[in-house]
Each structure stands twice: as structure tokens, then as C-alpha cells.
């Protein structure tokens, strides 16, 4: 489990994406074919599959264009429609950072999981990954 623990000094943060230098990244630009452009996002919707250990998706509106309609302030015309979701952060498409799961007490490359709070990780979070440029294989089942 600890083969890359260290491989990139103490303080590495991005793990195997160090294998994602400059080089790779120069390599991934000329395998380009065609300039489509393929979405990866999932669409958010209150029935999406979310595992039933987890709450649903939910969806509120605080302001739309019935509020309008029934007299509500329009300070210089401006109207908004405002809405609010509130869902589990494993519905969705996402990439994982490195503080998301961990054995024995201990994250990659022996980080505490003190590090990992409820307010955010203090090492290893997405932040840590950057940009993530390569060659990629798309599954679409």
C-alpha cells in the first residue's frame, strides 16, 4: 500500500500524478484528432442514483418568477430567479483528492487523518492535485 509513500520527497501531495509532467502532457496535445468536445458532467436531478446510505438531492427555490408575479420588489427591474441544491458530494461526477479515504489512521505519504476535518483538509485536498492534462480513455456504458 505505501509503494509511492515518499517517491516524490516528504512532502508530495499530487502522488501518481507527478508521472504527469510536461513531457506526457506535449505527447497527450498531439494525439488530438479532432477538436470535439466530449461533456463529462452528469445532469443533477432529485431521482438520480445516489447509494441509500446517503440523502437525496434537493432542490429549493428562494426566488422565481411567481414571486414577480405575485408583487414582489424589483429594485430597478432586476429580477433573479434563485435556487438552491443541497446533495451528497458522491452524486455527480468529481475526482477524488488523495484526503478522501485512508487505512489505519493514516493518508498518503503517512499523513495524519487528523489533516482532514469537517472545515477541509489541511494537506492532500483537491487543491493539491492541479491541473490534470494527459492522454485519457473514455468507458461510455
Known amino acids: 500500500m505505501t509503494d509511492n ?12 500524478l507527478n508521472h504527469i509532467d510536461e513531457t ?6 498531439g494525439l488530438v484528432v479532432q477538436g470535439r468536445v466530449l461533456s463529462l ?19 429549493f427555490m428562494g426566488r422565481d418568477g411567481g414571486d414577480y ?9 432586476f429580477q433573479v430567479a434563485e435556487d438552491t441544491i443541497v446533495m451528497p458530494i458522491h452524486a455527480g461526477t ?5 484526503c478522501h479515504c485512508w487505512r489505519d489512521d493514516t ?3 503517512n499523513v495524519s487523518q487528523n489533516e482532514v476535518r469537517s ?3 489541511a494537506r492532500l485536498g483537491i487543491d493539491a492535485a492541479g491541473p490534470v492534462v494527459t492522454r485519457g480513455v473514455l468507458l461510455d456504458f
Open 5 to 16: 509513500w515518499g517517491r516524490w520527497g516528504e512532502d508530495d501531495q499530487r502522488g501518481t
Open 69 to 77: 408575479a405575485s408583487g414582489r420588489r424589483r429594485p430597478g427591474g
Open 119 to 121: 472545515n477541509g483538509a
Open 24 to 29: 506526457v502532457v506535449q505527447m497527450a496535445a
Open 41 to 59: 458532467a452528469q445532469t443533477i436531478f432529485a431521482g438520480m442514483t445516489i447509494p441509500g446510505h446517503r440523502a437525496g438531492v434537493m432542490h
Open 107 to 109: 493518508l498518503f505519504n
Open 94 to 98: 468529481h475526482m477524488d483528492a488523495l
